[in-house]
């Protein structure tokens, strides 16, 4: 009995049980709407919110209010120079590819210095790497034409690969065994948790604080960068500010998936569960005709409520 | 008559009794000095009187009328004015709002009348006109001044509430000579104008030179009060020691001592684990001693006089202003943790909240941080540092269910165990324990200790902080004593007693 209480409070389970009850809400709304066929189309977008939280969820875990609100312009800037590289080609996809890991990598990479060396807080750090990343991507699409996906990225995100699976999915899934593993059973894992649960011991013990933050901030902006190209992929056509929808979700996916904004517990597997669920409320809210204006008041309330579930322990160690 | 009079305080926090019959009875125009050793109350007798503590029995009378204090507000009401020893300034604001804090004049109630608080704190700002230092004006902020001018308005502050009754509570240790002669001639002012002040000190020579009465506070009970030039220091601090010279048995856990461990000069240069050499911080200057391989380094003296602040220097947790630390021929610059840490130098702070444990982790990834970083370790393969980490624990008697239980659920005394045991996996060659037995409960003490001298005698060299003197004197081989951030007195052999180690606590330099 109590190992089953136990269980039902747990975020993964709780996540795992909405998401069955929200398929079967679609399907008694709109007949169809737990197809096979458009479950696979559901764990396509999801894939692409969950590439991002990925890195959202490092950033979150190392603690010290880490958050990164740069991930939507990162995904956007990425998809159009994706796009542009490629052009249409499957022969500029590595370079297409390279470059905009670099830049995700080096948009990161800055996050995480002015977060460490220069201490500004990472919502403020983030949200003005957003403006600049904003600025910017209106810099670019005046300069160039706007690209077009290449056909191999684009059946990679949607033509079966493996078992009746694109590639997206696979490499979703190697997220996520990649993930699991890095934060069980590396140093640089168990460095995350430490300096999130309790930054000061983190110092005393010889953990390099700073050089852990730089790079969950690093990694952040390559997941989204990675993101960003899958995106080119899904939608074929890079337009403006495609990835700006990503940053609340990645956030929402995080806590829903038990990882709390004040960082040091939680892990990845429950995000994934969290972005599959935010993808079907999407969905459920697409198909009751709400737009795009009342699905963001759906998710900012989301996070809210989540808050007040999941973000007691926050005010408790402050 | 006195002015203020306590009889029959008691205060216990959970299992420790703080105060169990504390009495003090302060006249109008004297200095009443308040004596006793770590521990021994004194601290909690103050905050009864200033509000902060509300005592669980006993009598508080203001002019032979019973008061209850109820609240630092009460206690201002009553006329009680406290310098704090914990600053308590706000950092932003300027010295003249400062020194008007506790009692801001106000307009109609609403409004801070600025002219009258300008008026107020220019009066009490000019009592240290010419000492005060550089910088030191009504408009500065207070974070822009340095330690001893913050002290400065700690004091202003106190004065400036013009209460009957004022507390002073280490208001010296920051300042300088001109400084503290000027705030001593200030005091005589008062105590013509026949206020009752209540004066602690870590040094003897400011006690003499200013108090009128004393009264020794011994394991929380008040020992008695004597005029100060009716007495001298040996008995005073005979009255802080008590009969009881040596705790029972703490001899006992002290190995024989042969000839070659006699006495530091007798050892060879390569026996030497760490030489300070002038070494300068926070707090504490010119910190000179040499640490031994195979000793336990007791740091000994009243609270906060420096022993904390050198040991966390010299892990690289505070910066070093001057003086170097060698090995052998090597210089350890031992800038940051990580530095010492490679240079196997381990500390376990006593604050393990704080310091020392990663809350809602589990046990083995507590245990584990050190030895990735010693080994530069990338992978964790749990069952490999289990293994690894087995021996540590054991050695501490450590109990718990499981390695993968998350720290929290063991007791306060175990978490700490974990902690120390973290520096266990790869043997350190300098360990510094920081009061590293706070809050932890008997058995616990007694395994670490137990531990710690197997480590000794194993070669590692220990420096040992403890704000328990009977932990020090039971343990440590040889004791530098502190006061007000330097190494007063060195004691060895014999002379480790209890007597010597209060009388050179409140020896002055």
């Known amino acids: 009995m109590t190992t089953l209480a136990a ?42 919110l969950g590439i991002v939280a990925a890195g959202q969820n490092l950033v979150i875990l190392g603690g010290r209010e880490g958050i990164d609100l740069s991930v939507g312009g990162v995904v956007s800037l990425s998809a159009i120079i994706a796009g542009n590289l490629m052009n249409g080609a499957d022969a500029g996809i590595p370079l297409a590819v390279l470059a905009c890991v670099l830049i995700g990598a080096l948009f990161g990479l800055l996050n995480g210095l002015g977060v460490t060396l220069l201490r500004i807080p990472p919502l403020v750090m983030t949200l003005g790497m957003l403006g600049v990343l904003q600025g910017l991507l209106v810099v670019v699409r005046q300069g160039i034409p706007s ?71 690093t990694l952040s902006g390559i997941f989204a960068a990675i993101a960003g190209i899958c995106l080119l992929g899904y939608s074929g056509s890079s337009f403006a500010n495609v990835g700006e929808q990503y940053m609340l979700p990645s956030i929402i996916a995080v806590v829903f998936g038990g990882t709390p904004l004040s960082g040091g517990k939680g892990g990845y597997t429950g995000t994934m569960a969290g972005a599959v669920l935010l993808v079907i409320l999407q969905s459920i809210l697409t198909t009751l005709n709400i737009d795009e204006s009342g699905r963001q008041m759906v998710f900012g309330a989301t996070l809210l409520v989540l808050m007040l579930f999941y973000g007691r322990g926050r005010a408790m160690r402050a | 008559m006195a002015k203020l009079k306590l009889s029959g305080i008691s205060k216990t926090y959970g299992a420790t009794v703080a105060l169990h019959d504390g009495a003090l009875a302060v006249d109008a125009g004297d200095v009443h000095v308040l004596m006793g050793a770590n521990g021994s109350g004194k601290s909690t007798l103050c905050k009864v009187i200033a509000g902060s503590v509300r ?52 307009t109609a109630g609403v409004l801070v009348d600025r002219k009258a608080l300008a008026a107020r704190a220019a009066r009490t700002i000019a009592l240290f006109d010419g000492v005060a230092g550089d910088g030191f004006t009504a408009d500065a902020t207070v974070d822009s001044l340095r330690a001893d001018q913050r002290q400065l308005v700690e004091i202003m502050k106190a004065l400036a509430s013009e209460a009957p009754i004022l507390i002073f509570d280490e208001p010296t240790s920051a300042l300088d000579r001109a400084q503290v002669e000027r705030f001593f001639a200030i005091i ?11 004066f602690i000190s870590h040094r003897m020579d400011e006690i003499t030179a200013i108090g009128d009465r004393v009264t020794v506070i011994r394991d929380g009970r008040t ?27 703490a001899r006992a856990s002290r190995p024989p001592q042969d000839e070659t461990m ?21 707090g504490f200057t010119d910190v000179t001693f040499d640490l031994h391989r195979g000793e336990i380094l007791g740091f000994g003296g009243l609270h906060g006089q420096g022993q904390s602040a050198v040991l966390r220097t010299l892990f690289g947790a505070l910066p070093r202003s001057a003086g170097d630390v060698t090995r052998g021929d090597t210089a350890l610059p031992l800038r940051t943790p990580r530095e010492a840490i490679r240079r196997g130098i381990a500390y376990v702070s006593g604050d393990r909240r704080r310091d020392g444990v990663i809350q809602g982790r589990p046990i083995l990834e507590n245990l584990t941080p050190i030895h990735y970083l010693r080994q530069r370790l990338m992978l964790a393969r749990p069952s490999v540092l289990q293994q690894k980490a087995q021996a540590a624990v054991d050695a501490l008697n450590t109990k718990f269910a499981g390695f993968a239980h998350a720290i929290d659920s063991l007791s306060g005394g175990n978490q700490q165990k974990v902690v120390i045991a973290r520096w266990l996996m790869d043997r350190p060659d300098v360990l510094l324990l920081d009061d590293p037995t706070k809050g932890i409960d008997l058995a616990a003490k007694a395994d670490l200790f137990a531990l710690i001298r197997t480590l000794a005698r194993d070669g590692m060299a220990i420096v040992l902080y403890s704000s328990e ?41």
């Open chain 1, 147 to 217: 690209g077009r996906a290449a056909p191999g990225l684009s059946s990679f995100v949607s033509q079966p690969f493996l078992l009746g699976l694109p590639g997206i999915l696979w490499l979703w899934i190697a997220v996520g065994i990649v993930l699991a593993l890095l934060l069980s059973r590396t140093v640089f894992g168990h460095r995350i948790y430490a300096i999130g649960a309790n930054e000061h011991a983190a110092t005393m013990a010889g953990v390099p604080v700073k050089a852990v933050r730089i790079a969950l901030f």
């Open chain 2, 188 to 198: 005589r002012d008062l105590k013509a104008q026949g206020r009752a002040m209540i």
């Open chain 2, 469 to 509: 003197d009977a932990e020090l004197l039971g343990n440590a081989d040889r004791i530098l004593v502190f006061n007000g951030g330097r190494i007063r007195r060195e004691l060895a052999g014999a002379d480790r007693t209890r007597y010597n180690l209060y009388h050179a606590a409140y020896e002055a330099a």
């Open chain 2, 223 to 249: 020992v008695g009060t004597w005029r100060l030039d009716e007495t001298d220091t040996a008995t005073i601090i005979a009255h802080m020691v008590g009969e009881r010279s040596e705790p029972p048995g």
């Open chain 1, 7 to 48: 269980l039902a409070t747990r975020p993964l389970v709780i996540a795992l049980a909405l998401i069955v009850l929200l398929l079967a809400l679609g399907q008694a709304l709109s007949p169809g709407f737990a197809s096979a066929q458009q479950i696979l189309r559901l764990l396509i977008v999801a894939a692409l």
């Open chain 2, 55 to 106: 005592p669980d029995a006993g009598a508080v009378l203001i002019d032979d009328t019973p008061v209850t204090i109820s609240g630092p507000r009460v206690a201002r009401a009553l006329g009680i004015g406290v310098f704090y020893q914990e600053l308590s300034l706000a950092a932003r604001r300027t010295v003249a709002e400062n020194i008007c804090l506790p009692d801001l004049p106000m």
């Open chain 2, 262 to 282: 006699s006495g530091p000069e007798a050892r060879a240069p390569r026996d030497i684990a760490l030489s300070v050499r002038g070494l300068g911080g926070s």
